[in-house]
């Protein structure tokens, strides 16, 4: 296991020692570096500390395991791999993703899975712990967000104006969600024993690695959301 000390590392510095060997890798005292890991494939890399914006973009098949916290734009555009973050991450985690694996055992800033899709066999997953801001799964066109609001003590699961532009994909949200108000081209149910079978597919490795009760957590209710057809949104840009 190769180690890197990062804390008289500039950003390029850092991400020029990553690539300097094929190895997996530890990245020690990590504050703020951005890029980390941008593309990369075939490889685990450790981070103790906080990374700073875009962790992960465009990976391609690498494992990212975080042991704090992780800032805005986890992921950006990954297209395979996993990112596992044991703290909070911040804005736009998954913008654009196209595959691959999020997990975060924390809370999710504004904006996260935005622009997510999927294509074929891709299929990209987001799980978030805690609760997740404003804008959850904005213009959504693949892949599957869920949200557990574990230990959330009274805060909502999610913040404003969920699955605004959704037009594909799905949304699973622990609980009953009556006080939130989704928006109409979008369609909110009870989950069914069957979506409680995709659920536990996607749950399984979240919480054997972070050590959570999958059962106590599937015996709760669930919320799915999903968009009213594959065009949901056409009739606020097109004249009759």
């Known amino acids: 296991m190769i180690q890197i000390q990062?804390?008289?590392?500039?950003?390029?510095?850092l991400?020029?020692?990553?690539?300097?060997?094929?190895?997996?890798?530890?990245?020690?005292n990590c504050c703020g570096q951005r890029f980390i890991a941008?593309?990369?494939?075939?490889?685990?890399?450790?981070?103790?500390?906080?990374?700073?914006?875009?962790l992960g973009a465009y990976l391609n098949g690498a494992s990212i395991v975080v042991k704090a916290n992780a800032q805005d734009a986890v992921g950006d555009t990954m297209n395979d791999g996993r990112i596992l973050i044991y703290g909070n991450a911040g804005d736009a985690v998954g913008y654009a993703m196209?595959?691959?694996?999020?997990y975060i055992r924390g809370n999710a800033g504004y904006r996260a899975g935005i622009h997510m899709k999927e294509y074929k066999e891709k299929v990209p997953v987001i799980v978030i712990g805690g609760v997740a801001g404003s804008f959850l799964g904005e213009y959504q066109a693949g892949g599957v967000i869920i949200v557990l609001g574990l230990e959330a003590?009274?805060?909502?699961?999610?913040?404003?104006?969920?699955?605004?532009?959704?037009?594909?994909?799905?949304?699973?949200?622990?609980?009953?969600?009556e006080q939130i108000q989704f928006p109409s081209q979008v369609t909110a149910r009870a989950a069914t024993e069957e979506d409680k079978k995709e659920l536990k597919e996607h749950l399984s490795?979240?919480?054997?690695?972070?050590?959570?009760?999958?059962?106590?957590?599937?015996?709760?209710?669930f919320t799915v959301l999903t968009p009213d057809s594959k065009n949901p949104y056409k009739q606020m840009y097109v004249a009759n």
């Open 6 to 13: 990062a804390a008289n590392l500039d950003y390029k510095e």
């Open 38 to 54: 941008t593309g990369m494939a075939g490889r685990t890399v450790t981070i103790h500390g906080v990374p700073g914006n875009a």
């Open 15 to 28: 991400n020029e020692k990553l690539r300097e060997t094929e190895d997996d890798c530890t990245i020690e």
């Open 205 to 221: 490795a979240y919480c054997r690695l972070f050590d959570l009760d999958l059962e106590a957590i599937l015996a709760s209710p």
């Open 153 to 177: 003590e009274g805060k909502r699961i999610v913040g404003n104006f969920p699955c605004t532009g959704m037009h594909g994909g799905k949304m699973f949200l622990r609980g009953n969600c």
């Open 98 to 102: 196209r595959g691959g694996e999020i």
